[in-house]
C-alpha cells in the first residue's frame, strides 16, 4: 500500500506500511515508524536511546463495510537530554484514545445527519465513544463563548425536563447564538455570566426579559447603564391568562343556563386574533354571540384586541399617549381584573416603552427554545446535563429537524 493512499485515505504519514491482515470481517494494516523519526515527547530532542516498544491498535475510518484498525509498534525512549523515558507520540491519534483523529472526524461528520445511538450502530461502536467524541469537539469550540463583542442580548428561562427543572438561557440577538446556559431560573443561574462579561468588558446596550423581578433586579445590578426591554409576548400571554381565568369566573359565576352554555368552549376563541377564526367552524359568530350577552367579557376583549397596538405606535411618544389611554380604560372599567392588570401594567410601563429605543424581544430565544426540544426529542432526552449544555452552545451552527 503507498504511503499517499494511507495518508488520503486514513489521515496516516510519517510511518511506514508492513502488511495487511483480516481478522474476523476487520481490515488490520500495520504500521512502523522508522527510527530515525522518533524523538523525545518531552522535549523534543532526537538524541534517544530505544527502550523497546508497545504494540497500539487504533481505530480508523472504515473501508467500504469493513471496520479498519491501524496496528502500530509505538517505540520507547530514554532522552540523553532531559533523562526522560517516555513512549514517542504518534501525529495521528491522542495519548490513551482508541481511535484515530480521521474516525473522530468522520464520527462528527456523520454527528450531523444522525443520533448518537445511530451513528455508533453504523460504526459498531461503543454508544459513549460517539457521544465522548462530540463532548470533546464541542467543548474545544463552545465551552467559552466570546461575549467581547455582545451589543444586544435576550434573557430567559426554558423547561429542560418534569419535575420543574429548568436552565436559563442567555441569547445574543446579533449572531442568534447563545452565550451562557445557566442551571435553575434564579437571578443565581446568571451569576457566572454577569462574571464573565465584567471580564470581557463588552458594553451591552439593551436587554430583551420577561417581566421577571428575578430579571429585572438582576439587569438593573449589573448591567445599570443599558436599555431594558419587556418583551411584548410576555405581555400579551400574561393579559391572555388573566382573560381566560375571567371567561371561567364568568362561567362559575352566572346563573342563566344559555349563558353557560354560549360561554362554555370559547377560550381558544377569545385569545385568538380575529383574521385566525375559522368561518367553517362558526367561530366568528359564536364568538359575536358570547361577546353580545356578557359585556364585561367584551370589554376584556375589545381590551385585549387593543393591547398589541401598544407597539405599533409611529415613536414613543405616540406610543406612551396610547398605553395611557389604554390603561385609563381599563382602570374606568369597573372590572376588577382589568383594574388590577392596568395597574400591573403602569408599573412595568417604562420596560414596556423601552421598545421604541430598541425593538428587540425574547422572540429569537424562543426559536432556540423549540430548537432544544427538537434536539431532546430526537435524542431521546438526555442524562448528562453539562453535555446538554454544550450541545445548546452549538445549537445556531446546527440544523434539527424530526426524522424516521
Given at each position: 500500500?503507498?504511503?499517499?493512499?494511507?495518508?488520503?485515505?486514513?489521515?496516516?504519514?510519517?510511518?511506514?506500511?508492513?502488511?495487511?491482515?483480516?481478522?474476523?470481517?476487520?481490515?488490520?494494516?500495520?504500521?512502523?515508524?522508522?527510527?530515525?523519526?522518533?524523538?523525545?515527547?518531552?522535549?523534543?530532542s532526537?538524541?534517544?536511546?530505544?527502550?523497546?516498544?508497545?504494540?497500539r491498535?487504533?481505530?480508523?475510518?472504515?473501508?467500504?463495510?469493513?471496520?479498519?484498525?491501524?496496528?502500530?509498534?509505538?517505540?520507547?525512549?530514554?532522552?540523553?537530554?532531559?533523562?526522560?523515558?517516555?513512549?514517542?507520540?504518534?501525529?495521528?491519534?491522542?495519548?490513551?484514545?482508541?481511535?484515530?483523529?480521521?474516525?473522530?472526524?468522520?464520527a462528527?461528520?456523520?454527528?450531523?445527519?444522525?443520533?448518537?445511538?445511530?451513528?455508533?450502530?453504523?460504526?459498531?461502536i461503543?454508544?459513549?465513544?460517539?457521544?465522548?467524541?462530540?463532548?470533546?469537539?464541542?467543548?474545544?469550540?463552545?465551552?467559552?463563548?466570546k461575549?467581547?463583542?455582545?451589543?444586544?442580548?435576550?434573557?430567559?428561562?426554558?423547561?429542560?425536563?418534569?419535575?420543574?427543572?429548568?436552565?436559563?438561557?442567555?441569547?445574543?440577538?446579533?449572531?442568534?447564538?447563545?452565550?451562557?446556559?445557566?442551571?435553575?431560573?434564579?437571578?443565581?443561574?446568571?451569576?457566572?455570566?454577569?462574571?464573565?462579561?465584567?471580564?470581557?468588558?463588552?458594553?451591552?446596550?439593551?436587554?430583551?426579559?420577561?417581566m421577571?423581578?428575578?430579571?429585572?433586579?438582576?439587569?438593573?445590578?449589573?448591567?445599570?447603564?443599558?436599555?431594558?426591554?419587556?418583551?411584548?409576548?410576555?405581555?400579551?400571554?400574561?393579559?391572555?391568562?388573566?382573560?381566560?381565568?375571567?371567561?371561567?369566573?364568568?362561567?362559575?359565576?352566572?346563573?342563566?343556563?344559555?349563558?353557560?352554555?354560549?360561554l362554555?368552549?370559547?377560550?381558544?376563541?377569545?385569545?385568538?386574533?380575529?383574521?385566525?377564526?375559522?368561518?367553517t367552524?362558526?367561530?366568528?359568530?359564536?364568538?359575536?354571540?358570547?361577546?353580545?350577552?356578557?359585556?364585561?367579557l367584551?370589554?376584556?376583549?375589545?381590551?385585549?384586541?387593543?393591547?398589541?397596538?401598544?407597539?405599533?405606535?409611529?415613536?414613543?411618544?405616540?406610543?406612551?399617549?396610547?398605553?395611557?389611554d389604554?390603561?385609563?380604560?381599563?382602570?374606568?372599567?369597573?372590572?376588577?381584573?382589568?383594574?388590577?392588570f392596568?395597574?400591573?401594567?403602569?408599573?412595568?410601563?417604562w420596560?414596556?416603552?423601552?421598545?421604541?429605543?430598541?425593538?428587540?424581544?425574547?422572540?429569537?430565544?424562543?426559536?432556540?427554545?423549540?430548537?432544544i426540544?427538537?434536539?431532546?426529542?430526537?435524542?431521546?432526552?438526555?442524562r448528562?446535563?453539562?453535555?446538554?449544555?454544550?450541545?445548546?452552545?452549538?445549537?445556531?451552527?446546527s440544523?434539527?429537524?424530526?426524522?424516521?
Amino acid at each position: 500500500m503507498s504511503t499517499s493512499l494511507l495518508y488520503h485515505g486514513f489521515g496516516v504519514r510519517g510511518y511506514k506500511y508492513l502488511r495487511t491482515e483480516y481478522q474476523g470481517g476487520d481490515l488490520v494494516l500495520h504500521l512502523e515508524q522508522p527510527r530515525e523519526s522518533c524523538c523525545c515527547s518531552s522535549c523534543g530532542s532526537a538524541d534517544v536511546v530505544f527502550r523497546g516498544a508497545a504494540e497500539r491498535r487504533i481505530r480508523t475510518v472504515p473501508l467500504g463495510r469493513k471496520p479498519v484498525w491501524l496496528a502500530l509498534s509505538v517505540p520507547r525512549v530514554a532522552c540523553r537530554n532531559c533523562q526522560a523515558v517516555r513512549q514517542v507520540k504518534i501525529g495521528l491519534a491522542e495519548s490513551r484514545l482508541s481511535y484515530s483523529k480521521s474516525f473522530a472526524r468522520y464520527a462528527l461528520e456523520l454527528s450531523r445527519h444522525m443520533t448518537i445511538k445511530d451513528v455508533a450502530v453504523h460504526l459498531g461502536i461503543s454508544w459513549d465513544v460517539i457521544k465522548e467524541i462530540q463532548r470533546t469537539d464541542l467543548q474545544r469550540r463552545f465551552a467559552k463563548p466570546k461575549l467581547k463583542h455582545l451589543r444586544q442580548i435576550a434573557i430567559d428561562e426554558i423547561s429542560v425536563g418534569s419535575g420543574h427543572r429548568y436552565m436559563t438561557v442567555v441569547l445574543d440577538l446579533d449572531s442568534g447564538a447563545v452565550v451562557h446556559v445557566g442551571d435553575g431560573k434564579d437571578a443565581a443561574a446568571l451569576e457566572p455570566f454577569w462574571k464573565r462579561l465584567r471580564a470581557s468588558r463588552a458594553k451591552i446596550e439593551a436587554v430583551a426579559t420577561d417581566m421577571s423581578l428575578a430579571f429585572i433586579s438582576a439587569v438593573t445590578a449589573h448591567l445599570p447603564n443599558a436599555t431594558h426591554v419587556f418583551d411584548r409576548f410576555h405581555v400579551i400571554k400574561l393579559f391572555n391568562d388573566k382573560l381566560s381565568a375571567f371567561r371561567r369566573e364568568l362561567h362559575r359565576e352566572t346563573t342563566d343556563k344559555l349563558h353557560k352554555d354560549v360561554l362554555k368552549g370559547t377560550r381558544w376563541l377569545l385569545l385568538k386574533r380575529p383574521e385566525h377564526l375559522d368561518p367553517t367552524r362558526n367561530e366568528p359568530q359564536r364568538l359575536e354571540e358570547a361577546l353580545r350577552l356578557n359585556q364585561p367579557l367584551a370589554t376584556a376583549y375589545y381590551l385585549k384586541e387593543q393591547l398589541g397596538e401598544v407597539w405599533e405606535q409611529e415613536d414613543r411618544e405616540e406610543g406612551e399617549l396610547f398605553l395611557q389611554d389604554w390603561l385609563q380604560q381599563a382602570e374606568t372599567s369597573g372590572i376588577r381584573m382589568l383594574h388590577d392588570f392596568a395597574k400591573t401594567l403602569r408599573f412595568y410601563a417604562w420596560g414596556i416603552l423601552a421598545y421604541y429605543d430598541y425593538p428587540i424581544s425574547t422572540g429569537p430565544l424562543e426559536g432556540t427554545n423549540n430548537k432544544i426540544k427538537t434536539m431532546k426529542r430526537q435524542a431521546y432526552g438526555f442524562r448528562d446535563q453539562e453535555f446538554l449544555k454544550l450541545k445548546i452552545y452549538a445549537l445556531h451552527q446546527s440544523k434539527y429537524a424530526l426524522v424516521g
